[in-house]
């Protein structure tokens, strides 16, 4: 298995200003993953985080929106920017790979409110 | 776009019951995995099973998988309240150790 550090837990933001949330792994992973979760709603993937280059985005989501850095196995930061109250989500990074039997693994998520 | 579909969206029982959830999908997997979340906070991994299986039990729960209805169910037997949660279905479109996409979940309430 694997333990994940996610920080912070929660934050209140105002609207305009950037956050940066924390993703740390106990162990060196293949895969690295963020997802968002609309209040009420299920889990849509952001990004895969990818180790020495740019984040690959899904539709809708932009890199200037949502930066996403993973500098070595085992962390990755995602950046929401220019917040405004419709980015109010939790915030998920997860990993998974053949080390992990294929088992996607999640933090406790972000908890992210925007003024 | 969502893979999954749960049903139903929200369920309501009482401790000892047992608590079926019913999940379909679209495209071909490799896995189909179950999480759990409670109030909001991370998910947890509840069970994986693989597309050449079709029964898989853990505990308490047990997981059934029909590929040729695309379909999957997690069966929860004498149920407590603890097991009040959010519950996920999510596939890998086919290729294992990839991002999820998730069902929209069942919402369980059991009441004591």
């Known amino acids: 298995s694997a333990v994940i550090s996610q920080k912070p837990s929660r934050d209140i933001c105002q609207r305009g200003t950037s956050l940066t949330i924390q993703c740390q792994v106990d162990s060196q992973v293949t895969m690295m993953f963020w997802y968002r979760q609309q209040p009420g709603q299920s889990l849509t993937l952001i990004a895969t985080?990818?180790?020495?280059?740019?984040?690959?985005?899904e539709s809708g989501f932009v890199i200037d929106k949502f930066p996403i850095s993973r500098p070595n196995l085992t962390f990755s930061t995602l950046t929401v920017s220019n917040m405004s109250p419709e980015d109010s989500s939790i915030y998920l990074c997860s990993v998974a790979g053949e080390d992990l039997k294929n088992i996607q693994y999640f933090g406790a998520g972000t908890r992210l409110s925007v003024l | 776009s969502q893979q999954g579909e749960e049903d139903p969206q929200a369920l309501s029982i009482q401790e000892g019951e047992n608590a079926t959830m019913n999940c379909s999908y679209k495209?071909?997997?490799?896995?189909l995995q179950w999480y759990r979340q409670n109030s909001g906070r991370g998910l947890v991994h509840l069970i994986l099973?693989?597309?050449?299986?079709r029964e898989k039990h853990s505990g308490r729960l047990r997981v059934t998988l029909d590929t040729s209805k695309k379909s999957s169910s997690l069966l929860i037997t004498a149920s407590r309240a603890a097991d009040t949660a959010s519950y996920f279905c999510?596939?890998?479109?086919?290729?294992?150790?990839?991002?999820?996409?998730f069902g929209k979940g069942t919402t369980l309430s059991v009441s004591s």
């Open positions: 999510a596939t890998d479109a086919g290729q294992a150790g990839t991002a999820l996409i």
């Open positions: 985080a990818n180790q020495g280059s740019e984040a690959t985005y």
């Open positions: 099973i693989r597309s050449n299986e």
């Open positions: 495209t071909s997997i490799n896995n």
